[in-house]
């Protein structure tokens, strides 16, 4: 059976499985829809979290970053992990015992203000919309590519997949979708994985393939240095970016991850706040298989790349080459006339083009594995946007129709109206989403880091500040978020999009790129936090009286109402 045939069996096997769920699970309440009932087990809910936290980024993009970037790929893996840990540590069992759905709703009581209530939102839907669109591109790489359609097309029908499943589930068949969801990318990140890694060093653990010896009895990274300095590139195992750069990245990944609203809420939906640690531990396991293998992943796909193009007859290219040709990610253009592929550093030189998003999904094809492969990492990687999606989705929804209607607006809207209402503003964002995923800002994992750094810059410090300091008041929170957002934002809009010609190391601010700036823009938000709480009035005594019982790590307030 061709390509074509096998992906539409296993894509169309998983969309049923996750369709089937979510009418299995449909939410029929408002705690049903924003926290799955709260009812949970910490297993399936760190298998949830770790679909919703692996996103195209992770299975699409990040091994393409890692084969293109070699060495200076790693901030990727470590801020993302470290701030998996981040997140578990300091600030999940906090948010769980503080019993609140939503980012915003924390950030409203704890700060005793509707303002700062209003600003969250403003934050967490800017931050989820940033993230979905690049969700929706890979989204739209994978459909292109394995069904033969139009990117725009491909967004498109995942745009209705997802609407499908968020808005008649909620939480409920979200969490129950991405379980499901999980078991798939998994599987297809791992399977040809296992098969590459055996193929060129004999290991079925690619983790140790990738520190293996090739068949000529070179070491697999030595190999892929010779070849890469060879055509003018810097060696593999070399970084390039300034130390301070690869550190504040890293920095911003990491606070970044900790303030996603998308990945707290998840503490949410279990029983008890020890089911939160739990689910936490369960999640990082689950991450850690895919993370840890991702460097292997990139370095095959690099290695067999350069094996299967460079200083190749253009008129015996490799099959790969004109499938992913079709869609637009390759361009071949012979600029010498000589017949033969030069793929090198100098780009007034270079004959091929390759999209960095497509390294993991065309990693199959280029070693030739069987076609059943092929088409089950095309589901894989739906599986691990689509994941993701859903869960950024419900994240706007739930700030729209929780934080804005029933805790601002309307107060007295009937729980039936809420839940209508947040199934309007799922459609709506879903919507927005796709355009985002049509017309993106960048590459998915670039897309996705600035998500990060408006994230770190914004939530991070109020949700620290408001679970660790009893003298933080609403006025520094406020002008603290609206401050770390608005340069935050600012910087990465000057470099990305009003200039990008200036986007140079040499021109940017201490030589920090708009990838780690975040970081800057959390510190800060630290510091104004901290100078306009000492300015003005304390908290009251109840909201001191509050932060002193979060802190004791036993039993969980069922809701704030009661202070």
Known sequence: MGILTWTYIIVGITFALYIGIAIWSRAGSTKEFYVAGGGVSPLANGMATAADWMSAASFISMAGLIS???????VYLMGWTGGYV??????????????KFTVPDFVGDRYYSRTARMVAVVCAIFISFTYVAGQMRG???VFSRFLEVEIETGVIIGMIIVLFYAVLGGMKGITYTQVAQFCVLIFAYMVPAVFISIMLTGN???????????????????KLDGMLTELGFAAYTNGSKATIDVFFITAALMVGTAGLPHVIVRFFTVPKVKDARKSAGYALVFIAILYTTAPAVGAFGMYNMLNTTSNQPIASMPQWVGNWGKTGLITVTDKNADGVIQYVKNADQNELVIDKDIMVLANPEIARLPNWVIALVAAGGLA?????????LL??????????LKNSFMPDISEK?????????????????????????GFVAEVVAFAFGLAAASFFPVIIMGIFSKTMNKQGAIWGMVTGLAFTLAYISYFKFINPAANLPENWWFHI?????????????FIVSFVISKMTPPPPAHIQDLVEDIRIPRGAVASTAAH
Not at 86 to 99: C, D, I, Q, S, T
Not at 205 to 222: A, E, F, K, N, R
Not at 384 to 392: C, E, I, M, Q
């Open 68 to 74: 293109f970037m070699g060495y200076d790929g790693s």
């Open 86 to 99: 981040l997140l578990a540590l300091l600030l999940a069992p906090y948010l769980r015992k503080f019993g």
């Open 139 to 141: 989204v739209g790489i």
């Open 204 to 222: 079925p653990i690619p983790q140790l393939g990738l520190g293996s010896q090739v068949s000529d009895g070179t070491y697999l990274l030595d």
């Open 384 to 392: 691990a946007a689509l994941s993701t999606a859903a869960g950024l």
């Open 395 to 404: 994240v706007i929804s739930t700030s729209i129709s929780h934080d804005l």
């Open 417 to 441: 109206n809420e839940l209508i209402a947040a199934r309007v503003a799922a459609t709506a964002a879903v919507v927005v989403a796709g355009y985002f995923g049509i017309y993106p800002p």
């Open 513 to 525: 790129s708009p990838e780690g700036i975040g970081t800057l823009g959390m510190v800060l938000n």
